[in-house]
């Protein structure tokens, strides 16, 4: 069974459309996080969260708002979504938010902006 | 701030040589090494990680060494298999200011092994 969902696997958007990534883990953990691969770019940190509070924000534009509605959920809305905005987001999640945890990934949600 | 340098791009190996992907960092705090391995069209999976006591983490015949006076901590394996072809990250764990840990990733190997 898998222990982290992310919906939908696939999506596609316009330009200046609104979308929610969703992120689910059924491991227990207190610390969730997004991170976003493209193919200009390895996979990069965007959000941490820690027990439903925002830890860190790496991601410059405000475009971009995590949603923690339960302690095992963790969305992701984007907003006036760009062509840029075009790739794989991974939600990940750890037991804590201490250097040596192990952070665990979903399959990704596979963003198109057309 | 943090940084991570990898082994880049495409690595090709023929089935039963042994495989060597470079990864050293650069990071203000003593980090935690991290290597992820990312099958096609899957998510990225822990391979690997740095203990605290220097001892050698192994795991499916790879095995990886963190030295601290040279900042490196690279993957081997003695004999590669046409199963390890995949995408190989080398990622950074520390201690941000009051706000818990990140990964910090290298911009990734794909290693491709053939018969």
């Known amino acids: 069974d898998p222990k982290i969902i992310q919906k939908p696997k696939y999506l596609v958007a316009v330009t200046g459309s609104e979308k929610i990534l969703i992120c689910e883990q059924y491991?227990?953990?207190?610390?969730m996080y997004w991170y976003r691969q493209s193919a200009k770019k390895p996979l990069e940190f965007m959000f941490s969260y820690s027990y439903q509070k925002l830890m860190d924000n790496q991601t410059a534009s405000s475009r971009f708002q995590p949603q923690s509605s339960k302690k095992n959920h963790l969305d992701l809305q984007i907003t006036a979504l760009k062509p840029d905005d075009s790739a794989t987001y991974f939600c990940?999640?750890?037991?804590?938010?201490?250097?040596?945890?192990?952070?665990?990934f979903g399959p990704g949600t596979r963003l198109l902006v057309l | 701030g943090d940084s991570v340098t990898q082994t880049e791009g495409l690595v090709t190996l023929t089935e039963g040589l042994p495989v060597m992907l470079n990864c050293t960092y650069q990071?203000?705090?003593?980090?935690?090494l991290f290597w992820y391995v990312q099958h096609l069209n899957e998510a990225p999976k822990l391979l690997l990680k740095s203990f605290t006591d220097n001892k050698r983490p192994e795991h499916q015949g790879f095995h990886a060494t963190l030295h601290k006076s040279s900042s490196s901590f690279h993957l081997q394996k003695s004999s590669a298999q046409l199963s390890d072809s995949a995408l190989y990250y080398c990622a950074l764990s520390d201690l941000q200011q009051g706000t818990g840990s990140k990964l910090s990733f290298g911009k990734g190997a794909k290693l491709t092994v053939s018969p």
């Open positions: 491991l227990g953990h207190n610390a």
């Open positions: 990940a999640s750890s037991q804590r938010t201490g250097i040596q945890d192990t952070q665990y």
């Open positions: 990071s203000t705090y003593s980090p935690f």
